[in-house]
């Protein structure tokens, strides 16, 4: 029986896996990888790897998970060293919990390897602290995508309630979004910021408010998070001041 390594392929760019992900790619003998991991992550896997996409993306031709846990199960009966590449972090919005258990059900030992978030990333390309002292002392990862046969979560709550939020998996829903916030008493002033392809060459962001996201949401592209709250305001409001001085005399 062989081991399971769910690894965190990072928010994009291949060099942001971690060493010890790096290194159980190379020892690899069979590798299930989600549809966001780049080409030159793949290049880093043993070249006598057996490469399964098994990826999921919305509204487009996805793996059911079901077939995923399955595989994993079998991939692990024949070989010593399998991988599940999983894009950003394994344990955020990445369905983790369900290859786990079906993993531990069939008796077969599960190793995590941590990655690096895409909020993390986008908040690096912002060039934006997501907590500041005297500004953001608390951050909610949320989302607001409810799945198949799942009952709805009260998302806004946890928006409503931290100083600095992040919307993962959310860009094509922003006139959703903003009117269930704004409806519940946020500012429609509140600053935020759409950054899509975090960490990569193409990464776009944008910087809007809460009630202009539905307007230039479908400008930024996808994969997109959305991030709202006060630390954005001096980047919200820094293109103003440099339009101020271009016409200063």
Excluded at 1 to 21: C, E
Excluded at 52 to 79: M, P, W, Y
Excluded at 214 to 237: D, K, M, S, W, Y
């Amino acid at each position: 029986m062989g081991k399971v390594y769910l690894i965190g392929a990072g928010p994009g760019a291949a060099d942001l896996i971690t060493l010890r992900g790096a290194r159980l790619l190379a020892r690899a003998d069979v590798v299930l990888y989600d549809a966001l991991v780049q080409p030159e992550l793949l290049e880093m896997v043993n070249p006598a790897a057996q490469l399964i996409a098994v990826g999921k993306r919305c509204r487009q031709l996805s793996t059911d998970q079901r077939f995923i846990n399955r595989a994993l199960v079998e991939a692990a009966q024949r070989h010593q060293v399998v991988v599940r590449l999983k894009g950003g972090d394994p344990m955020i919005f990445g369905r983790a919990q369900e290859e786990l258990d079906a993993l531990q059900s069939a008796g077969i030992s599960v190793e995590i390897v941590p990655g690096i978030t895409s909020a993390l990333a986008a908040a690096a390309d912002l060039g934006v602290s997501l907590t500041r002292r005297g500004v953001s002392r608390n951050v909610t990862f949320v989302t607001p995508r409810v799945g198949e046969a799942e009952s709805a979560s009260d998302w806004a709550h946890s928006v409503l309630a931290a100083d600095t939020a992040v919307l993962y998996m959310a860009s094509g829903q922003a006139a959703e979004i903003a009117a269930a916030l704004m409806q519940r008493g946020l500012s429609g002033g509140t600053p935020a910021a759409i950054i899509s392809n975090a960490s990569l060459p193409n990464m776009k962001k944008i910087h809007t408010t809460l009630a202009q996201l539905p307007e230039v949401a479908g400008q930024a592209g996808a994969p997109a998070l959305i991030v709202l709250g006060e630390v954005l305001r001096e980047a919200l409001e820094l293109p103003k001041s440099l339009l101020k001085m271009a016409v200063c005399p």
